[in-house]
């Protein structure tokens, strides 16, 4: 049998879905693995508008090409998050007419934000929870011939019967341990317009991902805010909100394991939602076996400012972190309780300060999430905003993103409740429309202006929903500057995660990535606080997976 796991996503990135497919890849060796790249998020276009696609055209056109070759497959599988669900439905529908026969899951965070919506498409399943497991269950069961239909996290759909079975347990700690590593080398391909699947190359990886690597360790988060898609996770089964992760040592044998097969990676991304939840003694283990075995920097994503503690900074920019990102969203109290997030603004203030004392000796500044254009917001919202950032411990950079309704989460039930028009998802989240506040924020990373100054930028503020001037030109002058000074932080490092392209890869091969690293960047000295580390086994965990 052919069987194809399909992914659906703006670049090639795809933790979860690369996750899965290191399962598969251990239950069917000659499984293939397939990637539509619907964007670029960090091309260059991308980067200095502030705009890009979720599947739209040219792409979209391209459904019949993409259908036709992934028709040829027994078992398809395809993992898509909701922006790209209407043109994962189009190819899905289409493979269909093509090959009647074709067995079709329907997989990823969309079907289990939205599986009454996923279930309309012409599948055979849809898979609602965690996907390992519950694969390697199916797969023995439909290979076998045997009967499929009451395997847990599985929705199926026989004409129109649709069998809804209950969630499977969540993964323990010990069974992620079990699992192979992520699936991030080996044969690949990814769509090209008018080529159809082609081989993935090297090219292809430094356009997307740059030298970085990008997993997760944990998975879980203690929030639940409203405008994220884990409320439905948390809804579907509590034990959620609990972290779950492999041993340090799991965590490095992989990172290990990837290296050896793309040995220009050079900087590691962990997009855990809550990597500075673990427990203090976990971090230092974790950053100790870092240290000792692979000795190059990686960047936090996962930060949640209640969980910001000066040790655990400590103790894993000793091990090699140069860069966290924290999730701030907004300086109103009034909006934060909106999200439902349990952070007072002065927490986010005093974690901002106690970030702001590794950069930029040993890390590149921190950078905070902000969320603008909230149609409930007024002015004294966006005030506020502004007022948190200005007062925020520096160096600093922000992430600005614009509301986006992820269907089916709490914050669009509220949001039509209270009566707010909510805009297509479809459209993207980094597209950030030039409103005076905006331009503010990208003043704001650049320069911390003496306070008369920064009131007179106040006095013209409004909020998103008001009548107001914008102003195109001078927000791309801003946003050009503000990269500007995003690029000459990263290679004040020579960090190249989130500079794509053959520059960085250049620079590796003549050594000076690693040279930089090692001689240039000061290092922290060890802390104090002793490092208790677990008894660990002699075997390596890169031989055994």
């Known amino acids: 049998m052919k069987v194809t796991m399909v992914c659906l996503e703006d670049g090639i990135m795809a933790c979860g879905f690369r996750k899965f497919c290191g399962q598969v890849e251990r239950l069917i060796p000659d499984a293939h693995f397939c990637f539509v790249s619907t964007g670029n998020i960090r091309s260059l276009l991308a980067v200095l508008t502030g705009k890009t ?25 395809f993992s898509c998050m909701t922006g790209y669900a209407d043109l994962t439905r189009a190819v899905i529908n289409r493979v269909r007419e093509i090959n009647p026969a074709c067995f079709i899951i329907w997989g990823g965070i969309h079907p289990i934000i939205q599986p009454e919506d996923a279930i309309l498409a012409d599948v055979d399943a849809i898979c609602v929870g965690e996907g390992e497991f519950a694969f390697a269950e199916f797969y023995q069961a439909w290979s076998e011939g045997k009967d499929y239909t009451t395997i847990g996290n599985f929705w199926f759909k026989d004409g129109e019967t649709i069998t809804r079975n209950s969630f499977l347990p969540l993964q323990t700690s010990e069974d992620m341990e079990s699992l192979p590593f992520a699936r991030h080398a080996g044969e690949e391909s990814i769509y090209e317009a ?21 997993t997760v360790w944990s998975i879980g988060c203690p929030f639940k805010c409203t405008y994220c ?6 809804e579907n089964d509590v034990g959620y909100r609990k972290l779950r992760h492999p041993s340090a040592r799991y965590a490095v044998a992989e990172i290990k394991s990837a290296i050896a097969a793309q040995p220009y990676l050079s900087t590691v991304c962990f997009h855990d939602d809550s990597f500075m939840a673990i427990p203090y003694d976990q971090l230092a283990e974790f950053s100790e076996i870092w240290r000792e075995e692979v000795g190059i920097p990686f960047a936090v994503y996962g930060v949640i400012p209640n969980y910001v503690r000066q040790d655990k900074l400590q103790v894993l920019t000793w091990g090699g972190m140069n ?56 002015r004294q919202d966006v005030i506020d905003t502004l007022e948190m950032i200005y007062a925020f411990g520096r160096p600093l950079t922000l992430n600005i993103f614009s509301l986006k309704v992820i269907p089916n989460t709490n914050l669009e039930l509220t949001l039509r409740e209270a009566g707010v028009d909510i805009e297509e998802i479809s459209s993207s989240y980094i597209n950030i429309p030039p409103r005076w506040a905006n331009l503010v924020l990208y003043f704001l990373v650049v320069w911390k202006p003496p306070r008369w100054i920064f009131d007179r930028l106040l006095k013209r503020v409004r909020a998103s929903t008001e009548e107001q001037k914008m102003y195109p030109v001078r927000a791309t002058i801003m946003r050009l500057i503000y990269l500007s000074k995003r690029a000459s932080d990263h290679l004040r490092h020579l960090d190249f995660s989130t500079i794509p392209g053959y520059a960085g890869y250049i620079a ?38």
């Open 53 to 77: 696609g979720n599947g739209g055209d040219p792409i979209a056109d391209s459904v019949d090409e993409m259908a036709q070759s992934l028709a040829k497959n027994d078992l398809l599988g």
């Open 194 to 214: 008018g080529k159809g699947f082609r081989p993935m190359t090297l090219h292809d990886r430094l356009k997307f991902n740059g030298l970085s690597f990008n």
């Open 229 to 234: 898609g884990n409320t439905k996770f948390i």
């Open 323 to 378: 860069r966290i990102r924290m999730g701030v969203q907004s300086g109103s109290q009034r909006i934060l309780d909106f999200y439902q997030r349990p952070t007072p603004v002065e927490d986010v203030l005093a974690a901002s300060k106690v970030c702001a004392k590794f950069a930029p000796k040993y890390q590149i500044p921190p950078a905070y999430d902000i969320i603008v254009d909230n149609p409930i917001e007024t």
């Open 508 to 545: 590796w091969r003549i050594g000076l990535v690693d040279f930089w690293w090692k001689w240039v960047i000061p290092k922290m000295e060890k802390p104090t606080r002793p490092i208790r580390r677990r008894r660990e086994s002699l075997v390596e965990l890169v031989e055994v997976k």
